[in-house]
């Protein structure tokens, strides 16, 4: 029975090696892949549904226009992962969240962007405070919302002061906790910037 239970695994891994999309993905989500099939099955369907909503909201510009370290940024991980905890245990889900940073900071060691922008540190402390946001989030009641109803309570989270996004000027630009805008430019190539996290 456990040779049977291997193989059939086995070839969900195969399957999901093959499919479109694997090959895109960085190295520890590749071994989270690996190690979570069937959870892995689920994120591929679960995320055809999510990528709908979240251009809406994106489209209609409902919280701001920052993809990065703004409030948008901020509900694609609480959404995505509300979404997901719908389905897949909350564990594996902060492992795949971690697993998503871990590479971030791979991507910077290459010099690789992420919606435009290289990663940072403080960039994947407010990726993981958000995503364990949308985790939170899901309680008995919210495993049989619809989308749309799940998305309004994201945003709702995000309203309240639930989730965390650089604070920034009225033009847009980083600032330090002091109000000081960031010059990023004395910045690139740097993991540690002095950005700042506010809820509000």
């Not at 910077?108 to 405070?129: A, T």
Request: aromatic share 10%; with cysteine; net charge positive.
């Amino acid at each position: 029975m456990k040779s049977t239970s291997n193989i059939f695994i086995l070839l969900i891994i195969l399957f999901l090696s093959a499919c479109s999309g694997y090959s895109k993905l960085s190295k520890n989500q590749k071994k989270w892949v690996r190690k979570h099939p069937f959870a892995a099955l689920k994120v591929k369907k679960i995320n055809q549904r999510t990528d709908v909503v979240y251009a809406y909201v994106k489209s209609k510009n409902l919280l701001d226009s920052f993809e990065n370290g703004g409030k948008l940024d901020a509900y694609r991980h609480i959404y995505y992962m509300a979404m997901l905890a719908q389905k897949i245990n909350p564990g594996k889900l902060r492992s795949l969240g971690e697993a998503h940073e871990e590479d971030n900071y791979l991507d910077y060691l290459k010099g690789k962007y992420e919606n435009g922008e290289p990663p940072d540190s403080l960039s994947c402390v407010m990726d993981i405070f958000n995503n364990s946001v949308g985790i939170e989030l899901v309680d008995d009641a919210s495993k049989t919302l619809s989308p749309e109803a799940l998305s309004k309570k994201c945003m709702d989270a995000i309203r309240s002061g639930q989730a965390w996004f650089f604070r920034r000027d009225e033009k847009g630009n980083y600032v330090n906790c002091h109000g000081t805008v960031i010059d990023m430019a004395s910045y690139k190539g740097k993991w540690n910037i002095p950005k700042c996290l506010v809820q509000r």
